[in-house]
Nanobody
Framework: VQLQASGGGSVQAGGSLRLSCVASGSTFSINAIGWFRQAPGKQREMVAVISSGGSTNYAHSVKGRFTISRDNAKNTVYLEIDNLRPEDTAAYYC??????????????????WGQGTQVTVSS
């Protein structure tokens, strides 16, 4: 499985971005795709995840501002980010997992990772 993340950029606070993650290869083995972010000096954290059945979960810090969705025909998962804040500045990664469980927030659950796309929010 290969993942290609894109859509990052530099925006002002209050702006919006849509990140995309395109999956290729043995996509039948994927049961969940998550978006994670990592700011300099901080641990990687899950922000949103979507299962193959369409179930979603979000980190508390992004609920109401981040929306994860998928287009199965395009093997693409999107992360819509609204009302961006400076603290959202980070490298954003998409990742794929063979299962979907209560441990969806753990990076160790995910076998495949994209290369990351940078989001920078200025105040």
């Amino acid at each position: 499985v290969q993942l290609q993340a894109s859509g990052g950029g530099s925006v002002q606070a209050g702006g919006s971005l849509r990140l995309s993650c395109v999956a290729s290869g043995s996509t039948f083995s994927i049961n969940a795709i998550g978006w994670f972010r990592q700011a300099p000096g901080k641990q990687r954290e899950m922000v949103a995840v979507i299962s193959s059945g369409g179930s979603t979960n979000y980190a508390h810090s992004v609920k109401g501002r981040f929306t994860i969705s998928r287009d199965n025909a395009k093997n693409t998962v999107y992360l819509e980010i609204d009302n961006l804040r400076p603290e959202d500045t980070a490298a954003y990664y998409c990742a794929a997992a063979p299962g979907y469980s209560a441990s969806y927030y753990l990076p160790t659950l995910y076998n495949y990772w994209g290369q990351g796309t940078q989001v920078t929010v200025s105040s």
